[in-house]
């Protein structure tokens, strides 16, 4: 729900999201110490995407994301352990990534894709394209 | 198999409406015109031609007692329809709107009709004895958008609607002299007309779409984003339940029993989603034959598949292997179905029959009555 209140704190509510973000990533930056990238990625997409305006707070999300989705080596096991429920999610920072334009990043993302589309069907990209309100 | 007829009227079709004996089809064949065709002997023969709207047709009604059909134009007008001997004698019905109609239906009692627009409001008409007129009555400024579909309640009061701004909502249309005090239950009692009873914010894209269960008691709705909302006690606190498909969106439901709902829409096969002993909505399966499960061979075409389905089709990459599985694959409709009625026989509360129609211009008669793992649900 694109609650209204919800949106208008949202600028003591940033800097919340940015603490929080960061602590996101050094517990990323742990696991994938531990090369539990899957696991990595889970933390990544929990939560996200943060539920305010702020670009800072989508940006910094993003950059977790990347570094989470950059340190998966092999698609098909990540999607023996990552739960259907992460797919939309998922999908639509694939699409963030292959908005940058950088080659490696593209890459990765097409490679995800094509995967995450055979196992969430059109449908999953269709929710990622006419979502709104949820912006990543 | 499911489909039981299929008739191909036209290039394509936006809308169609059934007699009340299913002996006679009406639709509009993506022009201004309604044709009105007739089961002769095994043989479908073209009976009338009603002409009186300027633009295409958005949506048609036809009524199961009093043989009137309503139509409605992007020219912003309605016409209701009765039939005097041979002729369908049309009456004006001036809607009062600023942006095409797009969609209608007559209420369970059939003496109002509701309009939904692009102007952002949702017109309800009455006929006016002393007039001889039909009067059309403004919801005004509750959407933000374009109505894209109306639904009456079985008690001829509530109107749900839905909207390309997302949302799904529920209106009382009691109008005095036409409604009865008796006729309003519960928790709506006291509303006047035009208020709102709730609003249901549960999809960030378009919704289209949107049907009660038999009873009253569940609502159906869909969005672009390939989801299905089903919502129980609608009222102050509604209970939604929001269902994710992995294929192409919806454009229309139809309640087949209070278990059972059928989705039509741009994956030209009809979707049979189902409710099991505990409330929980799921997907079962579609009612045409259907493609396996894509493998990874066929992934990169199915795409492709969508683009042609996107291009209209055949005359491109009909080579392609992903084009032929998606589109042979109900074998029934080879375009985005738009449209789907119910046949009802007599009284019933339960329908196994429905017709669709879409831009392929096929009317395809259903029956899920021979389904045998469907039965549980009837």
């Known amino acids: 729900m694109a609650g209204g209140a919800q949106e208008f704190v949202e600028a003591d509510n940033a800097e919340a999201i940015i603490t929080r973000i960061e602590h996101k990533s050094r517990k990323i930056e742990s696991l994938l110490k531990q090369s539990r990238p899957v696991e990595a990625l889970k933390t990544a997409l929990e939560g996200a995407p943060p539920k305010t305006r702020d670009e800072r707070c989508k940006s910094a999300t993003w950059i977790v994301v990347h570094r989470a989705i950059m340190a998966i080596k092999d698609v098909d096991g990540m999607f023996s352990s990552l739960d259907p429920e992460y797919y939309d999610i998922l999908m639509k920072y694939l699409y963030r990534g292959l908005s940058t334009g950088d080659r490696p990043t593209c890459d990765q993302c097409l490679r995800i894709h094509e995967k995450l589309t055979e196992k969430a069907g059109l449908g999953c990209i269709l929710r990622c394209l006419a979502d709104t309100g949820n912006t990543v | ?378």
């Open chain 2, 1 to 378: 198999m499911a489909a039981i007829e299929v008739h191909q009227f036209a290039q394509c079709i936006t809308c169609h409406a059934w007699s009340s004996d299913h002996s006679m089809v009406a639709f509009c064949p993506n022009n201004n015109e309604v044709h009105i065709y007739k089961l002769f002997q095994d043989k479908w023969e073209k009976l009338h031609v009603l002409k009186k709207h300027d633009q295409i047709i958005s949506g048609i009604d036809w009524t199961a007692s009093s043989n009137k059909i309503v139509t409605v134009s992007h020219d912003r007008n309605s016409y209701v329809w009765n039939q005097e001997g041979s002729e369908w004698i049309p009456t004006l019905v001036i809607l009062r709107l600023n942006r095409a109609a797009l969609c209608a239906q007559w209420s369970p009692k059939e003496n109002k009709f509701a309009v939904g627009s692009g102007a952002k409001t949702v017109c309800i008409c009455y006929y006016e004895q002393e007039n001889n007129w039909w009067v059309s009555k403004l919801i005004r400024k509750k959407h933000d958008s374009s109505v894209t579909s109306v639904a009456w309640h079985p008690n001829n009061i509530l109107l749900a609607t839905t909207s390309t701004d997302g949302k799904c909502r529920v209106f009382s249309t009691f109008i005095k002299g036409v409604d009865t005090r008796e006729s309003k239950t519960g928790t709506t009692s006291d509303s006047k007309f035009g208020e709102q009873i709730v609003q249901l914010d549960l999809s960030f894209s378009w919704a289209f779409g949107v049907k009660w269960s038999p009873s009253g008691n569940t609502l159906a709705y869909v969005g672009h984003n390939s989801m299905i909302y089903f919502v129980d006690d609608v009222g102050p606190s509604p209970l939604a339940q929001n269902l994710a498909f992995r294929d192409l969106p919806l454009r229309d439901v139809l309640f087949v029993s209070e278990k059972m709902v059928i989705g039509v829409g741009f994956d030209c096969n009809p979707m049979v989603f189902a409710a099991d002993e505990t409330g929980i909505w799921r997907f079962i399966k579609f009612l045409g034959e259907r493609k396996t499960p894509s493998t990874g061979s066929k992934y990169g075409s199915q795409f492709s598949g969508a683009f042609g389905k996107f291009y209209g089709q055949s005359k491109y990459g009909v080579s392609n292997d992903g084009v032929e599985t998606s589109r042979t694959s109900g074998g029934v409709h080879e375009n985005c179905i738009n449209c789907i009625v119910p046949l009802r026989e007599g009284s019933t509360s339960r329908t196994t029959r429905f017709s669709t129609s879409g831009l392929d211009g096929k009317v395809v008669i259903w029956d899920v009555q021979n389904q045998e793992d469907l039965l549980d649900y009837l």
